[in-house]
């Protein structure tokens, strides 16, 4: 398994940055992840944070090192994560439960598969076409797929959500897959923060058009510009498949010398240390994937000798 991945992240104009992203990876499997704590309710970055920490935890677990069934897996993890939340809140007596919206993709094999709670999106580019997109679960979508059957009056504001992780009921999660890939096809993960204010045609012009270490700092410079002042919170992961390993300034994986127990993850295992960074980039996470590297290395000379 062969992948580039590209991702930042920015503080726009909050206070604070809610959203998390990050990836991990078997030798034949790959999970990407991104959630983004939702506003309005208590410690965003919290949620944002248990989300993925599950989702990685539970990876490590069950990928030795495949998934046996992909889609069950984004599933169940997506929900446990939303029962942490519940416990966390629960354990320390909050009176609303932390919330966050997740998003994830799974390449395993020749395919991929995909799971999403709320309105962080998922783009699949081939070539120059945008071949599926995640669909919000907003009040707004809803009402834009139902206005074309059935005339609608007012539009809701799209920042009103029916579900998401942290919730008083069970969350909707929706699942995709399996989507059998092609070399060079191209998966982003997003936060609200780029969608509201970059239209789906530019990002799907700018991936296809750029490599994805040039489309995605471009893609969030246009999204804070767009947003001004108060930009909203703006996190972006983007993955090549089976990308040319000459893919200037993305991190480039190859999982083929991989042992079958290796396991290599950027999500910080933490979230109740020190704060992160409110401003994360490849640059930030460099460390991180070098001391990856230097593991999975030592690895395969141990089963070498």
Known sequence: MRFSVYQISRKGGREKNEDRMGYCYTRDSGLFALADGMGGHPEGEVASQLALQTLSAMFQRDAKPTLADPLRFLHESIIAGHHQLLRYANQRALIDTPRTTVVACLLQGNAAYWAHCGDSRLYMVRGEKLI????????????????????????????????????????????????????????????????????????????????????????????????????????????????AEDSAGASDVSTESLGDEVFASTIQASVLGADPPDELDDAEIERSIREINEAIQRSSQQKKN
């Open 132 to 243: 599926a997109r995640t669909r919000d679960h907003s009040y707004s979508e809803l009402q834009h797929t139902i206005s074309q059957v059935v005339p609608m009056g007012d539009r809701f504001n799209r920042n009103v959500l029916f579900t998401c992780l942290g919730s008083p009921g069970k969350p909707v999660v929706d699942t995709v897959g399996p989507m059998l890939m092609q070399p060079g096809d191209r998966m982003l993960l997003c936060s609200d923060g780029l969608w509201g204010t970059v239209a789906d045609t530019v990002i799907t012009e700018m991936l296809s058009r750029n490599a994805i270490s040039d489309a995605v700092p471009e893609l969030v410079e246009q999204a804070l510009r767009n947003g001004g002042a108060k930009s909203d919170n703006v996190s972006v992961l983007a993955v090549e498949w089976e990308s």
